[in-house]
């Protein structure tokens, strides 16, 4: 059940299920903003996935967890979890793995030609080719590849969101 505490610490419903309310309401503290922490893909096989993103360049940490893994991904952080394991702990029904779920995870890069390279690196790891990189109606480059499991991500180059030194996207006003 969603939760939110109240000024006596007790844990209320939140008002139709959904976020705290407006600020100031009564008994209502306000919710800090959203930030994006952690994203879990539901994958069939952990092991073949782990390969995947670790070929990919990724950081795996925590590695005494069992049954799940852990990746350092920029500002959040990659988790892998089995599938029917992460649908049951959801509370829904698992769908069948491959089938797009209306999502795509996006990897910004600082050139054309890094995303050429990051596109064919995924491919020679196990991924998918979805949709070739091309130039963009809004000015960047970008092409898709799934996963084992079948998860879309998008590889793209936006002049108009520049990436720091640490690879973070730079949203202008």
Partial sequence: MNTAENTDD???PFPNGGGAGPAGRAGVRAVPPLHVSLITLGVVDLERAILFYEALGLTRRVRKAEGV???EAGAVVLSLYPRHELAADAGVVPGRAGQFGGIAIACNRSSRGEVDATLIRAVAAGGRALRPA????WGGYSGYVADPDGHAWEVAHNPGFPLG???RLSLPE
């Avoid at 091309?134 to 109606?137: L, S």
């Fill in 10 to 12: 007790e844990t209320v």
């Fill in 69 to 71: 893994a852990f990746f």
């Fill in 134 to 137: 091309q130039a963009t109606f």
């Fill in 165 to 167: 030194p640490d690879g």
